[in-house]
């Protein structure tokens, strides 16, 4: 067997996208490096060297990337892609960033495999190259298996915290279940540990399932819904107050749109079965998505939609656009946030305050009393 | 009496009203915040005391406008709410079968849409300054007309000079080009109003059915520009409730009464002596991580050095967040 690179490869943070790379890369005997948490510093410093007029994923991860090259990374993997949305040409600009400020480092940009699945294989042989593809391939296979596990756990997360008797304590119970999956390293041992986990997240904590809770769906652009960081922990901050979340994509659905098995995600058949009423085509990134999910999240008798998207996105804007007509239709509340670099928290916390209020009101007026704050709903 | 006390502390006026048992107001203070809450807050209180022909006894205090959670400390609030509720609420008090809410105060706007009286949509706008007061209040000045002779001006002009009201920016070059072709005063104040009122519902009311009855309430509504102009761009007839310019106040003061209605708890007013507190603010940086998050702190002095802190926020996370315990959980 060759030796392994030396290359100390590092990647964006983005949610629990961390968890599956560690976890491949560990498989692979690659050295890595995480970059560090994002704070305001790592969107200070991806915002100096950023285009103006691009959108907050691409100022933050570029935040990522020279963060993890200060720290010691020399190889910056980012994902590429082809859609008619500008993430698809942000490796490239971000290389081209990082060149221009001096920093010696290679970058592996990794393109969907549908723009050619052995060139999608090289890459990560590029990354190990003293494996074989067969093996490399069958190590990410495992990897992405389980990730979908870790994001069933972070799912019922999202759904369990309404619950929660003690404020904390499913986040607890979640860090402590994604513990016990990490050290799974056979088909079989992650099967199995991921059981474990998800019962550790019901019974570790003491909940009320009796409780009135609100249902609220988020849906948008996929770096705002899955990075608690640019959202403000916008998930946390709900399921605090007694809302049940669920959240339209998921890290492995994000990976892998085109799957079966999606944790929250929709195949290209049921994004078409539920938005070809307001859209019937695809504008680019998850434009067409948010409005599907808005629907099925309507027919699945959610109280509210919260759609986050960043300034200046093309797809969310169309979608911004048409989500109005949508919810008239349906019936639905629905907030769209849109966040940049200078959004205050305030702001965002009084509107889903009042979005809030609006649920619980309607909810009342529909079990016919007028009565605009519930027992339960506290003070905000 | 029995009675209870709304506070609506916006950035530009501060706002107090005391209601009666049966919500009818009794006593009421408009006057600017000037950057100072807390100051603000306790010489209102103060003010507001003195505006009672009899005694009041506080039953619940409701605080709601973008310092609710300083002012909810500060005099003991039992209902700290966000200003959407509390203008909603109080809208539909002034008018029972009330479709629209247009609330256009000093930095922010806010349309709000109600059906059987209850909310069912609303956006707000605290990013564009060209569709709040604050657009008024500059071009008057720029005018030298005072902001309280401006709905009157307006009122005599027979048309309005089209100004552009997408951005402030532009509408100042704008009227400023106006003026110096020589078109009237009045046309161009009342063509501000226009500019201000098309910025609101391109922007903020944007796909969202303004149905009557439309209530006019904020600040700005003390302007008989802007009801002509929002009449004619609606061709609908707007109500401008009677007290237009603190209904924030009022719907809070409601929130706090259908709180306390519902629980046994007695309110954590501090008294309209409040006042007589001594608070300090003071400020740190976290040093827990990178973020560096700026901690706010409220003391209530009690001779000791750093006070009885009854309050902490700011940060990004909640490690140092201390809520003031006298909030009623409802």
Known sequence: MAKPSERVITIPRMGTLQLMLEDMFARLDVKYIMPPPSTAKTLEVGVRHSPEFSCLPLKVTLGNFIEAIEAGADTCLMAGGCGPCRFGYYAQVQKEITKDLGYDVDWIVLEPPKKGFISFLRTFKKMAPHRSIRYIWRQVLISFEKARHYDSIEKRLLHNRAYELEVGASEKAYTEAIDILRPAVSKEEIAELAEVALKHMDESVAMDKTKDVLKVGIVGEFFMLLEPVVNFDIEKWLGERGVMVDRAVYTTDWIAPSLANQVGGLSKEEVSKYADKYLSHTVGGDGQQTIAHTVLYVEEGFDGIVHLMPFTCMPETIAKSILPKVSKDLDIPLLTLVVDEQTGKAGFITRLEAMLDMMWARRAAKAGHDDWIPAGAGTH | ?330
Not at chain 2, 16 to 33: F, H, M, P, Q, S
Not at chain 2, 82 to 94: G, S
Not at chain 2, 175 to 188: F, L, R, S
Not at chain 2, 240 to 249: L, R
């Open chain 2, 1 to 330: 009496m029995d009675g209870y006390l709304g506070i609506d502390v916006g950035s530009v006026s501060t706002n107090l009203v005391v209601l009666d048992e049966n919500e009818e107001v009794v006593a009421k203070i408009y006057r600017r915040t000037q950057g100072k809450p807390i100051e603000a807050v306790q010489a209102g209180l103060t003010e507001l005391e003195d505006l009672l022909t009899e005694p009041v006894n506080v039953l619940g205090v409701g605080a709601t406008g973008s310092a609710r959670h300083l002012t909810g400390v500060v005099v003991g609030a039992d209902a700290v709410r966000n200003e959407i509720t509390a203008h909603a609420m109080a809208a539909r008090h002034a008018q029972p079968d009330v479709r629209t809410v247009l609330e256009i105060g000093g930095q922010d706007s806010k349309v709000i849409v109600l059906q059987d009286g209850i909310p069912i949509d609303f956006a707000m706008n605290t990013v564009c300054a060209a569709g709040t007061g604050s657009f008024l209040d500059h071009q008057s000045s720029r005018l030298g007309i005072p902001i309280e002779e401006f709905g009157g001006i307006a009122m005599t002009a027979e048309r309005g000079s089209q100004i552009a009201g997408r951005c402030g920016v532009f509408a100042e070059s704008d009227m400023i080009h106006k003026q110096q072709v020589g078109h009237p005063t009045n046309e161009i104040v009342y063509g501000l109003c226009q500019a201000l009122v098309r910025n609101y519902l391109n922007n903020l009311a944007k796909g969202k059915d303004i149905l009557a009855p439309i209530v006019f309430q904020g600040g700005v509504a003390a302007n008989e520009g802007m009801k002509r102009a929002f009449e004619e761009a609606l061709e609908q007839e707007v109500t401008i409730p009677e007290h237009f310019n603190v209904m924030g106040a009022i719907g809070s003061a409601l929130l706090a009464k259908r709180i306390m209605s519902r629980t046994d708890n007695t309110t954590h007013f501090k008294g309209f002596h409040s006042a007589d507190f001594e608070y300090k603010t003071s400020s740190f940086g976290c040093a827990a991580c990178a973020n560096s998050c700026e901690i706010i702190q409220i003391a209530q002095e009690d001779g000791s050095e750093k006070g009885d802190v009854l309050a902490r926020w700011g940060g990004r996370c909640d490690k140092w967040d201390l809520a003031p315990t006298s909030i009623t959980q409802a």
